[in-house]
């Protein structure tokens, strides 16, 4: 009896050492870029405590209201800027969340409840289309802006590019339909309901987990890309950045990177708020309970 | 009548060719038109105030200058145009670094500078800059500023330091004698070649690349030859022992800044790009030379160096009218005056020959321009010679001159010259 309680004791101490280690490993990178956004030295860049602690990163970053400039160099390129970027990408970013989520649930309930031609062909042409990389279509998708839109260089062709394809990937959303029972639809038709009122005021409201999860997706997606804004914008546009390609530039840009490194912290510091908050805000709904119970007696 | 056409088209296209590279004093007679330029946002205020004096002095409308500015740095414009030169907005005229012109004159996008044009620049301007600029005896930008290279920054109020900085043996031995440490990033192509390429041994010219009939480049360069291997021994031998003993170090620029900072680095190889920031940390202490010499049997070997510069190119693909006023005003933006009036607002290094013996320079030269100017001596075009296979070619030389010992793939001892034949062979085989 005592060997066992001793044995558990040390497989959980070996256990907890390890998650311990893993949470390190995991927080520190975390932890270091905090601690670097309020660095007041770009020397201190390898070191995990900077010696001398200052507010004026953040400052910096809003400089069209607070007025703080970059000290170091005589290259002010990038002044003023990062407040136009965050503002760029919060748009670009929310439209395409609300865009893409619609596409998504509403591709996803057509493909759960309805039974049509090809529907079947449908889902496997997706699956195969999927498989392929979306940087494939990069250079299509530059010239399909510039000579047919003419949104080269407008961030607004961001949101067509992210939310316009956005209904391929349908397939958690549809799975999770296809738990909620059809009974439930029935029972609404024979009340007198449409398909749309079917959508809109039974499915939509015991989706909520979904909806969640599409929302955060949809919404990380646009806000982290790099790759696609890089190139629809193209770096000639400054202003028209997003904090991805702004953030970028401050780590590698020419005569930039060398003394922008505290500013870069504290702009990566602000990039994860707004998913911090809107994932606090969204997370209850992501544990409330599914469909269990909805159509009894 | 198809015949004729095509005749009349050739005549018509020469005839654009010619003016395009007409007289000297065009900027005051052609009849300019809007056009778009891209350059740093740091030279906008030298672009502004030369447009302004010149366009005071015209009285017709149709004379003066209109530009769009728009604020690109001097390393993107060149990939950025590469990728599309014809995107909304696309510059006639366009401030970039020299390394990307070979690559923008393979694709076609830069105009060559012809006649009297070309003549004028070769003879106004520093033969390093000129050369940054000319691919195959052809002049492809007009030369804006030599800043690109690197030389030895250090500290000059450490006590004794001064009096070594002209030998590499001495500096190492002094910073280890004071607990001290040295920087160069020597397992970096950038640096490493600054040892085979002194003009004592292998010399600057050693690498240049070259292009076949099929078009694929490769390097005649022998460094493999007995005074490569000669070299890079010795040097192996100098930095191991003291990169063993921790005096000499290799790293970034913001291990620079840090170095000197905390007070533990007392010389640095880098380049101008490092003066405004050891200038807040060092302030009158800063100071900076030439690279030393090393000595190998009593004979001194100057350390080498890249160099390169910034230049104004003309967009091909833009209609000839915008060509024409693009061309008129980078002539006006790399004369003498545009050149002073650079320096003094941006602190760019002259590199037209007059503007360089002006007293509105020479007068208030900075430290690293002054240095980077007596090293340029010692240089070679980074552009020419480092094409892109060579950098992972300088990175493993560089590195095995700090390893202790010289292996090859398999873990297997090898000779230095075995080694620099290896690698070698790989710059020479055509690709």
Same mark, same amino acid.
């Given at each position: 009896m005592k060997s066992l309680k001793t044995g558990r004791i040390i497989s959980n101490t070996i256990i907890y050492v390890i998650l311990a280690i893993m949470s390190i490993v995991w927080l520190l990178p975390i932890v270091w870029i905090i601690l670097q956004s309020f660095g007041g030295s770009v020397g201190d860049k390898a070191r995990l405590i900077p010696n001398t602690f200052t507010f004026n990163n953040y400052l910096y970053l809003f400089s069209n209201f607070t007025g703080i400039t970059h000290t170091q160099g005589d290259n002010h390129s990038l002044d003023g800027y990062f407040f136009g970027w965050f503002c760029n990408t919060l748009i670009v970013a929310v439209l395409s969340c609300l865009i893409s989520t619609l596409f998504v649930l509403g591709t996803a309930y057509a493909l759960s409840r309805f039974r049509f031609k090809a529907r079947t062909i449908f889902m496997k042409v997706n699956l195969v289309i999927g498989m392929f990389p979306g940087f494939l279509s990069m250079i299509i998708m530059y010239w399909v802006m510039r000579d047919i839109f003419h949104l080269q260089g407008n961030y607004m062709s961001l949101v067509i590019i992210y939310s316009a394809g956005a209904g391929g990937g349908y397939y958690i959303a549809k799975g999770f339909f296809d738990t909620i029972s059809k009974n439930i639809d029935e029972a609404a038709m024979i009340d007198g309901a449409s398909k749309s009122q079917i959508f809109w005021q039974i499915i939509l409201p015991l989706a909520k987990p979904i909806i969640v999860y599409t929302v955060l997706t949809s919404f990380m997606g646009p806000w982290g890309d790099y790759i696609t804004s890089s190139y629809i914008i193209g770096l000639q546009n400054t202003k028209n950045w997003t904090v991805a390609i702004g953030l970028y530039q401050f780590t590698t840009g020419q005569d930039i990177a060398i003394s922008y490194y505290t500013q870069f912290a504290a702009g990566a510091v602000c990039v994860g708020l707004p998913i911090t908050l809107l994932f606090f805000a969204l997370q209850k709904y992501y544990v409330s309970g599914v469909t269990g119970g909805a159509v009894k007696g | 009548?198809?015949?004729?056409?095509?005749?009349?088209?050739?005549?018509?296209?020469?005839?654009?060719? !010619?003016?395009?590279?007409?007289?000297?004093?065009?900027? *005051?007679?052609?009849? #300019?038109? /809007? %056009?778009?330029?891209? @350059?740093? +946002?740091?030279?906008?205020?030298?672009?502004?105030? !030369?447009?302004?004096?010149?366009?005071?002095?015209?009285? *017709?409308?149709?004379? #003066?200058? /209109? %530009?769009?500015?728009? @604020?690109? +740095?001097?390393?993107?414009?060149?990939?950025?145009?590469?990728?599309?030169?014809?995107?909304?907005?696309?510059?006639?005229?366009?401030?970039?670094?020299?390394?990307?012109?070979?690559?923008?004159?393979?694709?076609?996008?830069?105009?060559?500078?012809?006649?009297?044009?070309?003549?004028?620049?070769?003879?106004?301007?520093?033969?390093?800059?000129?050369?940054?600029?000319?691919?195959?005896?052809?002049l492809y930008g007009y030369p804006v500023t030599a800043d690109n290279g690197y030389f030895l920054w250090y500290n000059k109020g450490f006590e004794g330091l001064e009096s070594k900085i002209g030998s590499l043996e001495d500096l190492l031995k002094f910073a280890k004698d004071n607990g001290k440490q040295v920087l160069m990033d020597v397992p970096n192509g950038f640096y490493a070649n600054s040892f085979i390429m002194s003009p004592e041994a292998n010399g600057p010219e050693s690498l240049l690349w070259k292009r076949n009939d099929e078009d694929k480049v490769y390097y005649e360069t022998n460094w493999d030859n007995e005074k490569g291997v000669e070299v890079s021994e010795y040097i192996a031998e100098l930095l191991t022992e003291y990169t063993n003993s921790g005096t000499l170090i290799t790293g970034d620029n913001a291990k620079i800044t840090a170095g000197f900072e905390n007070e533990t680095l007392i010389a640095a190889v880098s380049g101008t790009w490092m003066e405004s920031s050891l200038s807040g940390i060092l302030a009158e202490d800063l100071a900076a030379d030439k690279l030393p010499t090393f000595t190998i049997d009593g004979k001194a070997y100057q350390m080498a160096s890249f160099n390169g510069s910034k230049l104004y190119a003309l967009n091909k693909t833009r209609p000839v009218e915008e060509q024409k006023t693009a061309a008129a005003l980078a002539e006006l933006l790399t004369a003498k005056e545009a050149q002073l009036i650079r320096f003094e607002k941006r602190q760019a290094l002259p590199c037209n020959n007059e503007a360089a013996n002006d007293p509105r320079y020479t007068e208030h030269k900075t430290i690293g321009g002054a240095a980077l100017l007596k090293q340029s001596a010692y240089g070679c075009v980074q552009a020419k010679v480092a094409e892109g296979r060579y950098w992972d070619v300088g990175a493993a030389i560089g590195q095995a001159y700090i390893d202790s010992q010289l292996k090859d793939g398999d873990g297997n001892p090898m000779t230095w010259a075995q080694f620099l034949t290896a690698q070698m062979d790989i710059l020479r085989a055509a690709r």
């Open positions: - | 009548m198809k015949k004729l056409l095509t005749f009349g088209t050739a005549l018509l296209s020469t005839l654009a060719l !010619v003016a395009c590279g007409g007289g000297g004093d065009a900027q *005051e007679n052609i009849d #300019k038109v /809007k %056009i778009n330029v891209w @350059a740093t +946002a740091a030279e906008q205020q030298v672009i502004d105030a !030369v447009i302004e004096d010149f366009n005071r002095k015209q009285t *017709e409308e149709s004379k #003066k200058f /209109k %530009i769009e500015f728009t @604020a690109v +740095a001097e390393g993107d414009t060149g990939t950025t145009l590469a990728k599309d030169p014809t995107v909304d907005g696309a510059p006639a005229l366009f401030l970039c670094a020299d390394d990307h012109i070979p690559n923008l004159q393979s694709l076609n996008i830069v105009s060559e500078i012809k006649g009297a044009r070309k003549d004028k620049i070769v003879a106004e301007n520093a033969k390093i800059a000129v050369d940054s600029a000319t691919i195959d005896g052809k």
